[in-house]
T-cell receptor, first 111, second 116 residues
Framework: TQLLEQSPQFLSIQEGENLTVYCNSSSVFSSLQWYRQEPGEGPVLLVTVVTGGEVKKLKRLTFQFGDARKDSSLHITAAQPGDTGLYLCAGAGGSARQLTFGSGTQLTVLP | EAGVAQSPRYKIIEKRQSVAFWCNPISGHATLYWYQQILGQGPKLLIQFQNNGVVDDSQLPKDRFSAERLKGVDSTLKIQPAKLEDSAVYLC??????????????FGPGTRLTVL
């Protein structure tokens, strides 16, 4: 069974601060996705990383896939209240291309 | 493009009662997924359909849960009888399917089930 551990589980910061969320596994994934989920909604895809060592930027968000494709990080620069939400990493693997989700990081950005 | 539709959005039942959830995926999406998301956790895959066939139902508690996608379009997930630990958000997602390494999954808003 593939498991993904996210840390921290909860994070509360002030507007303008930087933060990093980690996603770790002992398993290798063919690709890894980051989602954001807001209350009462389903997860929405932010980014997919495929190649070991890959770095992708989405405005103030920077995503990195580990060289061995077992871990990933999400860095947010100058966080804003609109960044508040549950951030989920999900690894894809297997012939059915299923997703294994981490437990999530609940981020709260205070104005 | 219309997204994944789910109904109802909320459901409250007593333990041992039955409940059914409905999902209409994005038009043209061959693959449909049902996930269970317990509060404070990430979604857990219950069942995956490819058109009207089951690809994986290894994590579906088959003694009480059932799902079908008879015409390869919309799908229903049923719980009978419900237990307290079934309280969760049930998410439906769909993807194009096919041979790509990864197909993006699009999620519906979910059905929040409370079992009393």
């Amino acid at each position: 069974t593939q498991l993904l551990e996210q840390s921290p589980q909860f994070l509360s910061i002030q507007e303008g601060e930087n933060l990093t969320v980690y996603c770790n596994s002992s398993s290798v994934f063919s690709s890894l996705q980051w989602y954001r989920q807001e209350p009462g909604e389903g997860p929405v895809l932010l980014v997919t990383v495929v190649t070991g060592g890959e770095v992708k930027k989405l405005k103030r968000l920077t995503f990195q896939f580990g060289d061995a494709r077992k871990d990933s990080s999400l860095h947010i620069t100058a966080a804003q209240p609109g960044d508040t939400g549950l951030y989920l990493c999900a690894g894809a693997g297997g012939s059915a291309r299923q997703l294994t989700f981490g437990s999530g990081t609940q981020l709260t950005v205070l104005p | 493009e219309a997204g994944v539709a789910q109904s109802p959005r909320y459901k409250i039942i007593e333990k041992r009662q039955s409940v059914a959830f409905w999902c209409n995926p994005i038009s043209g999406h061959a693959t449909l997924y049902w996930y269970q998301q317990i509060l404070g956790q990430g979604p857990k895959l219950l069942i995956q359909f490819q058109n009207n066939g089951v690809v994986d139902d290894s994590q579906l508690p088959k003694d009480r849960f059932s799902a079908e996608r008879l015409k390869g379009v919309d799908s229903t997930l049923k719980i009978q009888p419900a237990k307290l630990e079934d309280s969760a958000v049930y998410l439906c997602a769909s993807s194009l399917g096919g041979t790509a390494t990864y197909n993006e999954q699009f999620f519906g808003p979910g059905t929040r089930l409370t079992v009393l």
